[in-house]
């Protein structure tokens, strides 16, 4: 957690006080509303991939500050109401994997299983490689098991790792924490995507020039701290919770497009480098205990995990199933794209180009030679309520350049366009989300406000 954002937050903590289940206001009924979660399509796509919805950045009780900073007692066991919130989160947010970031101080210090949140009482199971556990099949009611892996935020943020780097806490730790191009290897050898939380924190020549598979395009911890003067508002109306948003939307008039982000995914793509980007949740369930009025906390793990995620493109095995191996090689691949589903759940996105050889997904490239035909199509929000108002929605087109992106094309409908120079496209889908309209209170303005609902990875034209 960052300072600043913990400040703000603890500001804000106390007006909570006063709120109350009687406060809820009454919902639209039918179709999708704000909490409504579906699980992705069971079957492949024309291209035969699956669809995979996940957190890439999230702390269990293996991090020291997740927990309202009690994640473990002082005999080392751990909070086990919290590690029931989490489990509980993951499973009502129907993912279909999470790849943990607990913080070494912990993490380095707790074996395999233990570390994947592995407990056969539960009916977990556990995915062997070697003879040796590398991943979790995490058990839920409804009977579709999250993935759990295993990683750590320190130095870079690696997820994926299927055993420790080393025998000792204090030699796992050298490598966890260290920032060169020889901890990537080590952490690479034991199956890690090496990824970089807090992409604000990192230089251009930094995010271009080490050996890295990618990093954040969003972290939700670090847009907060930046939508500061927007929170002010908000804390005043927290003595009034009939003022506020419903409960899952409670962050919206705060979160918004970060900068620093943007320009730095753009300079370091311009420059020819590859890069996988990803949206980071950065839960920790450590810093608003009060409740809302549906009844939880305002930071719960349920309602951090289900504002947004990372959809990747996974290629199943010759089975038709896919675990640690698939997710990973989506991921270092490039074939993903970042969903606020707090807005909706988008239904029918694609991005790809098209040559007469084929077919490049996000993370591939093509040639300008072959005339390649970027293509990205709109999707609907899934389910939506037929009594609301339908939400705007505006494809965009990005090229990267030094210091951001150039807006290629935009349109209301499907996009296709042939470029006419090489470099590294994006796409982004926009929405004013005028569906939420009876979900906002006082806050009606933001379903006018220009939110980006999906950020797709980049299609490389050489």
């Known amino acids: ?98 790849m943990l970031t607990d913080h070494n101080d912990s993490f380095g210090s707790t074996e395999y299983p233990e570390s994947l949140l592995f407990d056969a009482s539960q009916g977990d199971v556990l995915v062997e490689r070697d003879g040796a556990p590398v991943a979790n099949r995490l058990a839920c009611p409804d009977g579709n098991p999250p993935l759990v892996l295993a990683g750590t935020e320190s130095g870079f943020m690696p997820v994926g790792i299927e055993r420790h780097v080393a025998p000792t806490a204090a030699e796992r730790g050298a490598v966890y924490g260290a920032e060169t191009a020889e901890a990537i290897a080590k952490l690479k050898e034991v199956g890690a995507v090496v990824l970089v939380q807090h992409t604000e924190d990192w230089t251009v020549e930094q995010l271009g020039e080490l050996p890295l598979d990618g990093f954040e395009m969003f972290n939700l911890h670090a847009n907060t701290i930046i939508g500061a003067g927007a929170a002010i508002g908000l804390i005043a109306d927290l003595k009034e919770p009939e003022l506020l948003p419903y409960p899952d939307l409670v962050l919206l008039p705060i979160v918004s497009e970060d900068k620093r982000y943007l320009e730095r995914w753009g300079t370091v793509l311009a420059s020819g480098k590859k890069r996988v980007t990803t949206m980071g949740t950065d839960c920790h369930q450590n810093t608003f205990k009060d409740i809302l009025p549906d009844g939880e906390r305002i930071d719960s793990y349920r309602r951090m995990m289900g504002w947004f995620s990372n959809h990747l493109l996974v290629k199943p095995d010759a089975g038709g199933s896919y675990a640690d191996l698939e997710l990973k090689e989506a991921l270092r691949s490039g074939r993903l794209y970042g969903a606020f589903e707090v807005l909706g759940f988008p239904e029918g996105f694609d991005f790809h180009a098209k040559t007469g050889a084929g077919v490049a997904e996000m993370g591939g490239e093509v040639a300008l030679g072959d005339a390649p035909e970027l293509v990205a199509k709109l999707p609907k929000v899934k389910e939506l309520d037929p009594s609301v108002k339908r939400p705007d929605f505006v494809v965009r087109l990005l090229r990267a350049k030094s210091g951001g992106w150039d807006v290629v094309k935009e349109t209301a409908e499907d996009l296709a366009h042939v470029p006419s120079e090489p470099g590294a496209y994006r796409v982004e889908v926009r929405m004013k989300p005028r569906h939420l309209l009876p979900h906002l209170s006082s806050y009606a303005d933001l379903a006018e406000k220009d939110f980006v609902w999906i950020y797709s990875n980049a299609v490389y034209v050489k």
Do not use: Y
């Not at 954002?5 to 206001?25: K, P, T, V, Y």
């Not at 409504?36 to 890439?56: C, K």
């Not at 909070?79 to 129907?94: E, Q, T």
């Open 1 to 98: 957690m960052r300072a600043g954002f913990a400040g703000l937050l603890l500001l804000g903590a106390a007006f909570f006080a006063c709120s109350s289940d009687d406060d809820a206001e009454t919902q639209p009924s039918g179709g999708w509303s704000p909490g409504t979660i579906f699980t992705t399509p069971r079957e492949p796509s024309a291209r035969g991939f699956v669809d995979r919805r996940g957190l890439i950045h999230a702390h269990s009780v293996h991090s020291h500050d997740a927990c309202d900073g009690q994640p473990k007692d002082d005999a080392g066991a751990v909070n086990a109401p919290c590690l029931k919130d989490f489990r509980a989160g993951l499973c009502a947010s129907r993912h279909d994997f999470v």
